[in-house]
Antibody, heavy 123, light 107 residues
Framework: QLQLLESGPVVVRPSETLSLTCTVSGGSITSNQHYWGWIRQAPGKGLDWIGNIFHGGSTYYNPSLGTRVRISVDTSKNEFSLRLTAVTVADSGVYFC???????????????WGQGALVTVSS | TQMTQSPSSVSASVGDRVSITCRASHDVGGRLAWYQQKPGKAPSLLIYGASLLHLGVPSRFSGSGSGTDFTLTITGLQPEDFATYFCQQVNDFPPLTFGGGTKVEIK
């Protein structure tokens, strides 16, 4: 049974870079039907889509994050990673990794999620 | 595309029928999903394509609608259904966008 697990620092200082990794187990990240991506949730708030990546490296990002976000993939380790630069307190929250099922070109449903990782931006 | 859910919360009893509405700011066709999130847990996919049940989802959940107006209905609310529900559009991408959520609480 395929599972996703987030890992990374719990606390990040303002203006620094948030880095998280999602390790995929029980299946391959090289599926041609899926992208892999990140969603975050501020405490008590809704869901904010960050971006996703195909195993071949093509990416889509939320325009609201501009050039601060980068997602990469390492197929040899069956994992993908998130980097978010110049963080502020507004970037605090739970970060989920999720499998993006591409039901049609550029149409994604999030059919499998990791448990989430709480990241706090604080000095 | 902005997604607006109503109500933001609803109180109901076990066995009740509950309906949650999601409105899109632009026509998204039938390209809409519903997710359930329990406290401290990740969301899970319930419905995709506005009305198609994801694998393993009980048949008491149903979805309807197209264009800009959608409804999630739970018929015969069970104790495990008390959670927060989110809609998500997949038509106008990027980004994927979600509604603000509807919390189903115990009356």
């Amino acid at each position: 049974q395929l599972q996703l697990l987030e890992s990374g620092p719990v606390v990040v200082r303002p203006s620094e870079t948030l880095s998280l990794t999602c390790t995929v187990s029980g299946g391959s990240i090289t599926s041609n039907q899926h992208y892999w991506g990140w969603i975050r949730q501020a405490p008590g708030k809704g869901l904010d889509w960050i971006g996703n990546i195909f195993h071949g490296g093509s990416t889509y990002y939320n325009p609201s994050l501009g050039t601060r976000v980068r997602i990469s993939v390492d197929t040899s380790k069956n994992e993908f990673s998130l980097r978010l630069t110049a963080v502020t307190v507004a970037d605090s929250g739970v970060y989920f990794c999720a499998r993006h099922w591409e039901i049609a070109k550029r149409r994604f449903y999030l059919d499998l999620w990791g448990q989430g990782a709480l990241v706090t931006v604080s000095s | 595309t902005q997604m607006t859910q109503s109500p933001s919360s609803v109180s109901a009893s076990v066995g009740d029928r509950v309906s949650i509405t999601c409105r899109a700011s632009h026509d998204v066709g039938g390209r809409l999903a519903w997710y359930q999130q329990k406290p401290g847990k990740a969301p899970s996919l319930l419905i995709y394509g506005a009305s198609l049940l994801h694998l393993g989802v009980p048949s008491r959940f149903s979805g309807s609608g197209s264009g800009t107006d959608f409804t999630l209905t739970i018929t015969g609310l069970q104790p495990e259904d008390f959670a927060t529900y989110f809609c998500q559009q997949v038509n106008d991408f990027p980004p994927l966008t979600f509604g603000g959520g509807t919390k189903v609480e115990i009356k």
